[in-house]
Protein backbone atom coordinates (compact mmCIF):
# COMPACT_ATOMS: atom_id res chain seq x y z
CA UNK A 1 0.00 0.00 0.00
CA UNK A 2 1.21 3.60 -0.91
CA UNK A 3 1.42 5.95 2.44
CA UNK A 4 -1.65 7.87 1.87
CA UNK A 5 -3.82 5.37 0.31
CA UNK A 6 -4.98 5.11 -3.36
CA UNK A 7 -5.11 8.53 -5.57
CA UNK A 8 -6.68 9.65 -8.43
CA UNK A 9 -3.40 8.51 -10.52
CA UNK A 10 -3.51 4.85 -9.14
CA UNK A 11 -7.77 4.89 -9.65
CA UNK A 12 -7.27 5.53 -13.32
CA UNK A 13 -3.66 3.91 -13.91
CA UNK A 14 -6.21 1.30 -15.53
CA UNK A 15 -9.51 2.06 -17.51
CA UNK A 16 -10.82 -1.48 -15.85
CA UNK A 17 -12.60 -0.24 -12.85
CA UNK A 18 -13.98 2.48 -14.42
CA UNK A 19 -15.36 0.52 -17.51
CA UNK A 20 -16.78 -2.19 -14.68
CA UNK A 21 -18.85 0.82 -12.73
CA UNK A 22 -20.42 2.21 -16.09
CA UNK A 23 -20.91 -1.46 -17.59
CA UNK A 24 -22.99 -2.28 -13.76
CA UNK A 25 -24.62 1.39 -14.22
CA UNK A 26 -25.74 0.21 -17.97
CA UNK A 27 -27.04 -3.72 -16.49
CA UNK A 28 -28.15 -3.41 -13.15
CA UNK A 29 -30.58 -0.19 -12.70
CA UNK A 30 -33.72 -0.20 -12.09
CA UNK A 31 -34.82 2.27 -14.46
CA UNK A 32 -32.67 2.31 -17.69
CA UNK A 33 -29.39 4.65 -16.99
CA UNK A 34 -27.43 5.80 -20.02
CA UNK A 35 -26.25 8.88 -19.15
CA UNK A 36 -23.93 9.26 -22.23
CA UNK A 37 -26.82 9.92 -24.12
CA UNK A 38 -29.13 11.34 -21.39
CA UNK A 39 -26.59 14.37 -22.22
CA UNK A 40 -26.61 13.91 -26.42
CA UNK A 41 -30.01 14.87 -26.12
CA UNK A 42 -29.50 18.12 -23.86
CA UNK A 43 -26.27 19.02 -26.24
CA UNK A 44 -29.63 18.99 -29.47
CA UNK A 45 -26.42 18.93 -31.45
CA UNK A 46 -26.29 19.37 -35.29
CA UNK A 47 -23.36 17.28 -36.14
CA UNK A 48 -21.37 20.27 -36.73
CA UNK A 49 -20.39 21.62 -33.93
CA UNK A 50 -16.83 21.69 -32.31
CA UNK A 51 -16.82 19.36 -28.75
CA UNK A 52 -14.14 19.41 -25.65
CA UNK A 53 -15.23 16.22 -23.59
CA UNK A 54 -13.40 17.29 -20.17
CA UNK A 55 -12.14 14.10 -17.98
CA UNK A 56 -13.21 12.22 -20.58
CA UNK A 57 -12.38 8.49 -19.59
CA UNK A 58 -11.84 5.98 -22.30
CA UNK A 59 -14.14 8.35 -24.29
CA UNK A 60 -17.57 6.10 -25.49
CA UNK A 61 -18.79 9.35 -25.08
CA UNK A 62 -17.56 10.69 -28.28
CA UNK A 63 -17.09 7.29 -29.59
CA UNK A 64 -21.03 7.59 -29.62
CA UNK A 65 -20.79 11.15 -31.56
CA UNK A 66 -18.21 10.23 -33.73
CA UNK A 67 -19.76 6.64 -34.83
CA UNK A 68 -23.34 8.19 -35.45
CA UNK A 69 -21.56 10.83 -38.31
CA UNK A 70 -20.83 13.87 -36.07
CA UNK A 71 -18.58 16.17 -38.62
CA UNK A 72 -17.18 18.69 -35.92
CA UNK A 73 -13.70 18.13 -34.24
CA UNK A 74 -14.28 15.99 -31.34
CA UNK A 75 -11.85 16.43 -28.35
CA UNK A 76 -11.31 14.47 -25.72
CA UNK A 77 -9.16 15.89 -22.62
CA UNK A 78 -7.91 13.59 -19.37
CA UNK A 79 -5.28 13.49 -16.82
CA UNK A 80 -5.17 10.08 -16.94
CA UNK A 81 -2.24 8.47 -19.66
CA UNK A 82 -4.47 5.04 -19.93
CA UNK A 83 -7.41 6.83 -20.79
CA UNK A 84 -6.04 9.11 -23.13
CA UNK A 85 -4.43 6.29 -24.84
CA UNK A 86 -7.84 4.66 -25.05
CA UNK A 87 -9.65 7.68 -26.42
CA UNK A 88 -6.59 8.10 -28.73
CA UNK A 89 -7.61 4.50 -30.24
CA UNK A 90 -11.25 5.89 -31.10
CA UNK A 91 -11.07 7.50 -35.07
CA UNK A 92 -12.16 10.76 -35.22
CA UNK A 93 -11.21 11.94 -31.83
CA UNK A 94 -8.46 14.13 -31.41
CA UNK A 95 -7.05 13.81 -27.44
CA UNK A 96 -4.91 15.85 -24.99
CA UNK A 97 -3.39 15.06 -21.98
CA UNK A 98 -4.38 17.89 -19.43
CA UNK A 99 -6.09 19.04 -16.43
CA UNK A 100 -9.35 20.74 -16.25
CA UNK A 101 -7.81 23.47 -14.57
CA UNK A 102 -5.81 24.41 -17.03
CA UNK A 103 -6.96 23.95 -20.66
CA UNK A 104 -4.70 23.57 -23.45
CA UNK A 105 -6.82 25.84 -26.20
CA UNK A 106 -7.78 29.28 -27.20
CA UNK A 107 -10.67 31.02 -25.92
CA UNK A 108 -13.78 30.47 -27.94
CA UNK A 109 -12.41 27.22 -29.19
CA UNK A 110 -15.43 24.92 -29.14
CA UNK A 111 -19.23 25.57 -29.35
CA UNK A 112 -19.46 23.35 -26.56
CA UNK A 113 -18.09 21.44 -23.51
CA UNK A 114 -19.34 18.77 -21.48
CA UNK A 115 -17.91 17.49 -17.89
CA UNK A 116 -19.17 14.21 -17.44
CA UNK A 117 -18.59 12.92 -14.10
CA UNK A 118 -15.63 14.07 -13.48
CA UNK A 119 -15.26 17.30 -11.54
CA UNK A 120 -15.81 16.32 -8.22
CA UNK A 121 -11.96 14.91 -8.81
CA UNK A 122 -10.56 18.34 -9.30
CA UNK A 123 -8.83 20.01 -6.88
CA UNK A 124 -10.32 23.57 -7.64
CA UNK A 125 -13.67 23.17 -9.26
CA UNK A 126 -14.39 26.65 -9.48
CA UNK A 127 -10.87 27.09 -11.75
CA UNK A 128 -12.41 24.36 -14.00
CA UNK A 129 -15.26 25.69 -14.45
CA UNK A 130 -13.70 29.25 -15.59
CA UNK A 131 -11.83 26.86 -18.11
CA UNK A 132 -15.00 25.82 -19.74
CA UNK A 133 -16.31 28.83 -19.99
CA UNK A 134 -13.36 30.59 -20.96
CA UNK A 135 -12.62 27.90 -24.41
CA UNK A 136 -16.27 27.87 -25.18
CA UNK A 137 -17.59 30.44 -27.57
CA UNK A 138 -19.94 33.05 -26.38
CA UNK A 139 -23.47 31.88 -26.98
CA UNK A 140 -21.69 28.02 -26.39
CA UNK A 141 -22.75 25.93 -23.76
CA UNK A 142 -21.26 24.00 -20.96
CA UNK A 143 -23.06 20.80 -19.58
CA UNK A 144 -21.56 19.23 -16.32
CA UNK A 145 -22.99 15.77 -14.77
CA UNK A 146 -21.82 15.21 -11.15
CA UNK A 147 -23.43 12.47 -8.66
CA UNK A 148 -26.37 13.03 -6.00
CA UNK A 149 -24.68 12.80 -2.61
CA UNK A 150 -24.51 9.89 -1.19
CA UNK A 151 -24.75 8.11 -4.65
CA UNK A 152 -24.20 3.78 -4.20
CA UNK A 153 -23.49 4.77 -0.10
CA UNK A 154 -24.90 0.97 0.69
CA UNK A 155 -22.00 -0.64 -1.55
CA UNK A 156 -19.33 1.53 -0.96
CA UNK A 157 -19.94 1.33 3.12
CA UNK A 158 -20.05 -2.24 2.47
CA UNK A 159 -16.29 -1.84 1.43
CA UNK A 160 -15.65 0.37 4.04
CA UNK A 161 -16.92 -1.40 6.90
CA UNK A 162 -14.51 -4.23 6.10
CA UNK A 163 -11.18 -1.74 5.03
CA UNK A 164 -11.75 -0.03 8.24
CA UNK A 165 -10.31 -2.77 10.29
CA UNK A 166 -6.90 -3.04 8.17
CA UNK A 167 -6.17 0.83 9.49
CA UNK A 168 -7.80 1.97 5.68
CA UNK A 169 -10.23 5.14 5.00
CA UNK A 170 -11.62 6.93 1.95
CA UNK A 171 -8.78 9.38 0.63
CA UNK A 172 -10.09 12.97 0.90
CA UNK A 173 -8.28 13.48 -2.37
CA UNK A 174 -10.63 11.41 -4.43
CA UNK A 175 -13.21 13.41 -4.59
CA UNK A 176 -14.24 16.87 -3.46
CA UNK A 177 -17.50 18.29 -1.99
CA UNK A 178 -18.99 19.16 -5.65
CA UNK A 179 -22.53 17.11 -5.78
CA UNK A 180 -25.83 17.46 -7.09
CA UNK A 181 -26.38 19.51 -4.33
CA UNK A 182 -23.61 22.09 -4.71
CA UNK A 183 -23.20 22.54 -8.54
CA UNK A 184 -26.33 24.56 -9.22
CA UNK A 185 -25.48 27.52 -7.25
CA UNK A 186 -21.71 27.43 -8.33
CA UNK A 187 -22.36 27.20 -12.32
CA UNK A 188 -24.72 29.98 -11.54
CA UNK A 189 -22.13 32.07 -9.89
CA UNK A 190 -19.55 31.77 -13.02
CA UNK A 191 -21.97 31.54 -15.67
CA UNK A 192 -24.91 33.41 -14.47
CA UNK A 193 -27.06 31.09 -15.44
CA UNK A 194 -27.89 27.20 -14.77
CA UNK A 195 -30.50 25.04 -16.24
CA UNK A 196 -31.09 21.81 -14.14
CA UNK A 197 -32.01 18.18 -15.36
CA UNK A 198 -32.37 15.82 -12.52
CA UNK A 199 -32.06 11.91 -12.75
CA UNK A 200 -33.15 9.84 -9.77
CA UNK A 201 -32.33 5.83 -10.13
CA UNK A 202 -31.03 2.85 -7.90
CA UNK A 203 -29.04 0.37 -8.64
CA UNK A 204 -30.34 -3.57 -8.43
CA UNK A 205 -29.00 -6.76 -8.17
CA UNK A 206 -30.37 -9.99 -8.02
CA UNK A 207 -27.51 -12.09 -7.58
CA UNK A 208 -24.00 -11.76 -5.32
CA UNK A 209 -21.17 -12.21 -8.31
CA UNK A 210 -22.32 -8.66 -10.36
CA UNK A 211 -22.62 -7.19 -6.60
CA UNK A 212 -19.05 -7.99 -5.81
CA UNK A 213 -17.72 -7.08 -9.08
CA UNK A 214 -18.97 -3.64 -8.44
CA UNK A 215 -18.17 -3.50 -5.04
CA UNK A 216 -14.34 -4.15 -5.96
CA UNK A 217 -14.51 -1.66 -8.44
CA UNK A 218 -15.41 1.20 -5.67
CA UNK A 219 -12.35 -0.46 -3.49
CA UNK A 220 -9.68 2.56 -4.15
CA UNK A 221 -12.99 5.21 -3.72
CA UNK A 222 -13.02 3.24 0.08
CA UNK A 223 -9.06 3.39 0.83
CA UNK A 224 -8.09 0.24 -0.70
CA UNK A 225 -5.59 0.36 -3.29
CA UNK A 226 -4.56 -1.95 -6.17
CA UNK A 227 -1.63 -3.15 -4.10
CA UNK A 228 -2.86 -3.06 -0.13
CA UNK A 229 -1.58 -6.04 1.12
CA UNK A 230 -5.10 -6.55 2.60
CA UNK A 231 -6.61 -6.46 -0.35
CA UNK A 232 -7.78 -10.40 -0.74
CA UNK A 233 -8.60 -10.13 2.84
CA UNK A 234 -10.85 -7.27 2.23
CA UNK A 235 -12.17 -9.19 -0.70
CA UNK A 236 -13.07 -12.40 0.97
CA UNK A 237 -14.80 -10.42 4.17
CA UNK A 238 -16.77 -8.02 1.24
CA UNK A 239 -18.21 -11.50 -0.54
CA UNK A 240 -18.87 -13.02 2.76
CA UNK A 241 -21.10 -10.11 3.70
CA UNK A 242 -22.99 -10.23 0.34
CA UNK A 243 -23.67 -14.49 -0.04
CA UNK A 244 -24.63 -13.52 4.22
CA UNK A 245 -26.85 -11.02 2.82
CA UNK A 246 -28.67 -13.06 -0.51
CA UNK A 247 -28.56 -16.00 1.96
CA UNK A 248 -30.64 -14.43 4.22
CA UNK A 249 -33.27 -12.41 2.19
CA UNK A 250 -34.36 -14.91 -0.81
CA UNK A 251 -35.87 -13.40 -3.36
CA UNK A 252 -35.32 -9.59 -2.54
CA UNK A 253 -32.80 -7.37 -4.30
CA UNK A 254 -30.00 -5.31 -3.31
CA UNK A 255 -30.93 -1.92 -3.81
CA UNK A 256 -28.40 1.22 -3.79
CA UNK A 257 -29.95 4.51 -4.65
CA UNK A 258 -27.93 6.56 -7.18
CA UNK A 259 -28.88 9.28 -8.99
CA UNK A 260 -27.04 12.64 -10.93
CA UNK A 261 -27.69 16.39 -12.42
CA UNK A 262 -26.49 17.42 -15.96
CA UNK A 263 -26.87 21.33 -15.46
CA UNK A 264 -26.40 23.64 -18.93
CA UNK A 265 -25.04 26.90 -19.08
CA UNK A 266 -24.69 29.04 -21.85
CA UNK A 267 -21.86 31.18 -21.96
CA UNK A 268 -22.53 34.71 -22.36
C1 LIG B 1 -15.40 8.90 -13.20
S1 LIG B 1 -14.35 9.11 -14.58
C2 LIG B 1 -15.51 9.69 -15.79
C3 LIG B 1 -15.08 9.45 -17.21
C4 LIG B 1 -16.08 9.89 -18.28
N1 LIG B 1 -16.35 11.31 -18.24
C5 LIG B 1 -17.37 9.13 -18.13
O1 LIG B 1 -18.38 9.71 -17.69
O2 LIG B 1 -17.35 7.93 -18.44
C6 LIG B 1 -13.42 10.57 -14.18
C7 LIG B 1 -12.35 10.92 -15.23
O3 LIG B 1 -11.85 12.23 -14.93
C8 LIG B 1 -10.44 12.23 -15.09
N2 LIG B 1 -9.91 13.37 -14.31
C9 LIG B 1 -9.77 13.45 -12.97
N3 LIG B 1 -9.26 14.65 -12.61
C10 LIG B 1 -9.11 15.35 -13.77
C11 LIG B 1 -8.64 16.67 -14.06
N4 LIG B 1 -8.24 17.49 -13.10
N5 LIG B 1 -8.62 17.08 -15.35
C12 LIG B 1 -9.02 16.23 -16.34
N6 LIG B 1 -9.47 14.97 -16.12
C13 LIG B 1 -9.51 14.54 -14.86
C14 LIG B 1 -10.03 10.86 -14.61
O4 LIG B 1 -8.74 10.49 -15.07
C15 LIG B 1 -11.15 9.99 -15.18
O5 LIG B 1 -10.86 9.52 -16.48
Redesign the pocket.
Known sequence: MSASGPT?SSE?ASATP?QIR?DTHARHSEHPDD?ASMVLDLLELTGAEELA?????DA??LAQLANGGHRGRLVG????PA?VAAAAAIAGVDTRL????HLPFADGEFDLTTA???LY??PHPEA?LREFQRITRPGGRVIVTVNHPGTCARTRELVTRHARPFGLAPVEEMANSVTSSTLPDMMDAVFGNAHVHRFDNALIFSSAPPLLRFAEALFSFCGVDTDTPHRAEIRAAVAADIDTWFAANPGQVWRDPKGYISVVATVE
Not at 77 to 80: C, F, H, I, N
Not at 98 to 101: C, G, I, K, L, V
Open positions: LYLIPDIGCGRFVDTSMADAERHMHVA
